[in-house]
């Protein structure tokens, strides 16, 4: 994916995203990591065609192919971090999930193959037990779960991740880093949070974005040898450290 020029802006003339140029590797996990407001969820709502535009977004193809809005919602799966779900607060969490078959099965009608899939999805989260109840009687992390869930349903070739880490517990974390990394095999993540740490558990490749621009872009090796960056966009000192099983990682270093 190839990104050219990409400004979005609100009424009055505030820029939320100024002149984004940006090439999304492959079948990789590339992480937009920033803080709050940096313009990761907007970045991400742009290329699924959820917001007004400026510029072009073009994917792979025979040739550069522009993404479309109706291309995007074909193509793309956009999984909220805060989904307004008070239409569905009263749907089975199974029928939620069965509903984005629609762009494989070009049906609303329930084939045995869809359940399949769906219940397939739901063994691999961990949300077997809970298909049944209604999405009201869901908890904040589980419900994040049946939204990342849906996106695996719609069997997309990217997945657009906002902060899928946010409200599942700790313990969960690297389950999802590795679900996250076993989605890439075979489609492109851009998974958008504002965790270093989860960031670097996590993606091959790293956009840092403060302030609606890009301050940093570039693989694992690069980020950890740029600790300053970090340090600039979060407010907050960085250490290359080594931990037994991961390797070096950059970890936030707080004074009181």
Not at 10 to 30: A, C, M, N, Q, S
Not at 34 to 43: A, D, F, Q, V, Y
Not at 145 to 157: H, Q, R, S, T
Not at 223 to 237: C, D, E, H, R, T
Request: with cysteine; charged share 25%.
């Amino acid at each position: 994916m190839k990104i050219t020029s990409l400004i979005v802006d609100y009424p009055g003339g505030i820029f939320k995203l100024g002149e984004i140029d940006l090439v999304i590797p492959k079948r990789k996990v590339t992480c937009l990591l920033g803080p709050n407001g940096s313009g990761k969820t907007t970045l991400l709502r742009a290329i699924s065609g959820l917001v007004d535009k400026k510029g072009a977004i073009y994917i792979d193809g025979k040739g550069d192919v522009l993404l479309t809005t109706r291309l995007a919602r074909k193509i793309t799966s956009y999984v909220d971090q805060a989904p307004d779900t008070d239409p569905l607060l009263n749907i089975k969490v199974i029928d939620y999930l069965l509903t984005a078959r629609y762009t494989e099965s070009g049906s609303f009608f329930d084939r045995e193959k869809d359940y399949e899939e769906v219940r397939r999805i739901a063994d691999k989260l961990g949300i077997t037990s809970i298909l049944e109840r209604k999405i009201s009687e869901l908890s904040g992390g589980e419900a994040k779960k049946v939204m990342l869930a849906f996106g695996m349903c719609k069997n997309p070739l990217y997945y657009l991740l906002d902060e899928p880490d946010a409200h599942v517990d700790m313990g969960f974390k690297p389950e999802l880093a590795r679900l996250v990394r076993e989605i890439s095999k075979n489609a492109t993540v851009i998974m958008a949070t504002h965790d270093p740490i989860f960031a670097q558990l996590t993606c091959d490749y790293y956009v840092v974005l403060s302030r609606g621009k890009i301050v940093f872009h570039g693989d694992r090796e690069s980020l950890l040898s740029s600790p300053q960056i970090l340090a600039n966009v979060f407010g907050v000192s960085f250490r290359k450290t080594r931990i037994d099983g991961i390797g070096e990682i950059l970890l936030p270093v707080y004074s009181y």
